[in-house]
């Protein structure tokens, strides 16, 4: 085995279980080892970009790799999702509070991916604008301009003139095969 394939499988047997945690605590189990085999998949092949200690690396490789994973799943359910909103006729008589979900659900599709992880970790996992910004990697300060920006745009994308949802409060999007 060359020094490299021994470094790296140390490396592998060091930090696997740690980034495996990591991915399953932010992502379930079922997406855990395809991520953690892409993460370690990129590690092998940068590996002379590898830093030591190599676990706060591959812990921000393995946050790359689950946020690529969950935007081509997002890109995937937004396509069904339009499919079957297509396909079925539409309803004359939707009650206002369903109407007021649809809107901000397409409201949230609309904005980027980073004004929603912004808004995901304010409104519905409650966390300040200190913490939310440990998770993204900024200071508190450019966090909570990204959060006053995101809740504008917001607004704006719903259409409405009422101020941006500033509740802590958890919203709750309902996904297709949910009751309304």
């Known amino acids: 085995m060359s020094d490299d394939a021994a470094r790296f499988t140390a490396m592998y047997d060091a930090c696997r279980q740690r980034v495996w945690a990591y991915v399953v605590s932010r992502a379930g189990r079922q997406v ?66 369903v109407a007021d979900r649809m809107a901000l659900r397409r ?33 508190a300060a450019a966090m909570r301009v990204r959060l006053h920006r995101a809740r504008k745009r917001l607004a704006r994308a719903a259409g409405s003139g009422a101020a941006p949802v500033r509740s802590a409060a958890p919203l709750r999007v309902r996904t297709a095969g949910e009751d309304a």
């Open 32 to 97: 855990a080892e395809e991520v953690v085999s892409e993460t370690f998949a990129v590690a092998w092949r940068r590996f002379g970009d590898v830093p030591c200690p190599p676990l706060p690396w591959l812990l921000t490789v393995a946050r790359n790799v689950l946020r690529d994973t969950v935007r081509a799943e997002v890109r995937r359910a937004s396509l069904a999702a339009e499919l079957r909103e297509w396909a079925e006729p539409a309803e004359d008589d939707i009650a206002e509070e």
């Open 107 to 139: 409201a949230l599709a609309s904005l980027s991916e980073e004004d929603r992880e912004v808004l995901v970790l304010a409104a519905w996992q409650g966390l300040s604008p200190r913490e939310a910004a440990r998770v993204v990697g900024c200071s």
